[in-house]
């Protein structure tokens, strides 16, 4: 075998479903639930309200096999529930890479949209079925459902880019994401989490 190769991967097929976010074979779950968003929404009073209202599941991160090793292209479908805490939409943790590298997401179901942030300018992309999102190397990057139904996208990352949850703690996202009039969301500028 060649010294590129990873064992003990194969060439393998997967097949996922874009409605229900499952892949086969499947890999790891995680499932984030409110109180794995601390200090992040804006409004701590209604984030600990939500928490102590059954800490409700805001997401689900379901992954193939391919392990996050250095060669290797992992994937993984996140299922973002619809919801806002205050008015600030349902969102994931987000994340830098430490290793820059970039990553594709592909809308799979719902509507939702990715933040991006180099630490100076937040960008937006709206997501939907259909729509490649592209995150640079050296974006930080969290997506937010702003629909009524959940949000699914795929992500394929490299498997040694790391994930970085500090970053985003430290530096927000620049942008936080209310629900607006109509299906239009309403950004403001990132406050820290008192
Ligand atoms: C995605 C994210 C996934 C969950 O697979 O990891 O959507 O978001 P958080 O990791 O911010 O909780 C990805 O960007 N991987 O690199
Ligand atoms: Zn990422």
């Known amino acids: 075998m060649p010294p590129f190769a990873t064992p003990p991967i194969s060439p393998l097929s997967i097949t996922f479903d874009g409605q229900t976010g499952t892949m086969s074979p499947e890999g790891p779950v995680l499932t984030r639930r409110m109180s794995d968003l601390a200090g992040l929404f804006a409004d701590t009073a209604a984030w600990e309200a939500a928490v102590a209202d059954g800490d409700p599941v805001v997401y689900q991160v379901a992954s193939s096999p391919?392990?996050?090793?250095?060669?290797?292209?992992?994937?993984?479908i996140t299922t973002i529930l619809p919801g806002?805490?205050?008015?600030?939409?349902?969102?994931?943790?987000?994340?830098?890479h430490p290793n820059p590298q970039g990553e594709i997401y592909l809308g799979l179901s719902g509507t939702g949209g990715l933040l991006l942030?180099?630490?100076?300018?937040?960008?937006?992309?709206?997501?939907?079925?259909?729509?490649?999102?592209?995150?640079?190397p050296g974006w930080a990057h969290r997506s937010v459902n702003t629909g009524?139904?959940?949000?699914?996208?795929?992500?394929?990352?490299?498997?040694?880019?790391?994930?970085?949850?500090g970053w985003v703690l430290a530096n927000g996202m620049g942008h936080r994401v209310y629900r607006g009039e109509g299906a239009t969301p309403r950004f403001e500028p990132f406050t820290a989490t008192p």
């Open 66 to 76: 391919v392990p996050e090793a250095e060669g290797e292209l992992p994937q993984s």
């Open 84 to 96: 806002t805490v205050a008015g600030e939409f349902h969102m994931t943790k987000g994340h830098q």
């Open 117 to 136: 942030f180099d630490g100076e300018r937040p960008q937006w992309i709206d997501m939907a079925p259909g729509v490649i999102g592209y995150i640079p």
């Open 148 to 165: 009524d139904e959940p949000y699914r996208f795929l992500a394929v990352y490299p498997g040694n880019a790391g994930h970085d949850y």
